[in-house]
């Protein structure tokens, strides 16, 4: 029998001799690749932190220490360890585990997470919390990456965090890699702690973390060693680890930026299994990417801007094209705003590439420092929508509702690639406003999508078909679905079929042809029904009027979880099959 198959919680892990826990390292990194080769999911994170994910839970009192996961994607070797081995081939999937720290699944999930640099402040609040409840024995550890730790709200937690008095236990796990590699000075800055040529001062015991290491993270001995000495010290500490981000993986160790989430691969060879057709659609991220190229080598004043997604984003063709002009500014929405606002306002058209669930952390930058100067930042919003298996951590499902209240804002969608080519060239020719591009996960639905450049008025939509009765109105790619609901209906000729493409400014005169010609309207996007493109709709009707049926589909008022973006669209009721369920009971009341 394996090591691994007789620990059901971290209590059996403690009882084991500490001489067999290297052999368990081995057989955990085994079960990672084992069951991510088959279900997919993020693998270098966690094989490089086995070792220090035995440690830890081999010397602290979990659950009853607090451990939080800063974004919480190295935690596969924590939910294996504590009890959800049997149901990690689940991970990820629909109605499973989730792939994130999850505080309804596990008292071992002491805090959720998804979004990075959380942990520092969230370990903060739950040590105070002990003292104000008069213990002052109960340890806090976050374990945060050298990318995350850069971000502003983990510095903010270090400058509290270090005035106090309560037991706070950083691990920094520093594998010199975030999904790209690091950037910024602190990387410059850790590189030369590794080197032995920082300066004197340590930059964590200025701000009053009593500092140690740097320590191998995967020598095992080592890192016990260290966790034994920080837990004999009270108050804030940080423990630098140096790590390999998937260690134990030939091809992941050597290729990190494809193994952070590599989808299938061969478990024995670690080659990834080849997408079945190579004819497919480009990605939108590809669209964006590619074309951001061509209009940079036409209009030199375009600038682009990624907070630490280059890759996920597609920025990286015009970083490596146009690197004066590309920026990767780290795990920091907040600033990458702010300082595209900067640019708008020396004259500089920037477009800041940001997936739409990482925007949220920069709301307020986008309501003072853009929309408020009414600055033509372009925010080219990727993974807006269901994005998956990520699940509700990550999901795009609020920036239709939250972009739409700000005033100055254009808020366009594209229905397929060559909209999204369009609204790119239009808004470089000066739109003079904020905009935001929103485009989901996943492919497009056309594959020559390289077409000449055409300019996109701002507030028109397309008619796809007319109809007598029914108007569906669409924004954006789920109107795909919408085509093909019609198409399996027969295409009747009571439906008629509307590409919106803006939610805001909406398209009023074709809205009032709409209500003026169809008895049922039907509104379709994947954001959240409040706030969103349908309640749009509803503002426009009551302003004006209308009294027909107004029926919304879009994301219901409560969190998605995780799965594939088929699976969830039917359970939020915007899949095809959802759609046209929708359409035969309307047309019952037509006909
Ligand atoms: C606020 C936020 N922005 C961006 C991301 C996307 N993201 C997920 S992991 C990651 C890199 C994390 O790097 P690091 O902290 O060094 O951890 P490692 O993967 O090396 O363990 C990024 C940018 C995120 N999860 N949250
Ligand atoms: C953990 C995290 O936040 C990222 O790794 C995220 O999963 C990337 O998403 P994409 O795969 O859509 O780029
Ligand atoms: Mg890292």
Redesign the pocket.
Known sequence: MKLLDSIHSPEDLRKLPEEKLIALSGELREFIIDIVSAKEG?LGASLGVVELTIALHYIFNTPHDRLIWD?G?QAYGHKILTGRRTRFNTNRQFGGISGFPKREESEYDAFGT?HSSTSISAMIGMALAARLKGDNEREHIAVIGDASIASGMAFEGLNHGGVLDANLLIILNDNAIG?DPSVGALKRYLTNVKKGTAKEENIFECLNFNYSGPVDGHDLPAVMEALRRMKQIKGPRLLHLITTKGKGLKQAEENQIVY??PGRFDRKTGELTPSPSSDQPPKYQDVFGLTLVELAEINDRIVGITPA?PT?SSLKYMMEAFPNRAFDVGIAEQHAVTMSAGMAAEGLIPFCAIYSTFLQRAYDQVIHDVALQDLPVIFCID?AGL?GQ?GAT?HGAYDLAYLRCIPNMIIFTPMNETELRNMLFTVQQGVDHPVAIRYP?GRGVISGWRTPFETIPVASSRELVKGTSIALLSLGHIGNQATKAIRALGNPKEIGHYDMRFAKPLDEIRLHEVFSRYDLIVTLEDGSISGGFGSAVLEFANSNGYRQKVTCLGIPDRFIEQGTIEELQDDAGISEEAITRCLIQLLHEVR
């Open positions: 993020h974004v994607h998804g999904i952070h989430a997604m996920g993974r994005v990520d990550h996960r």
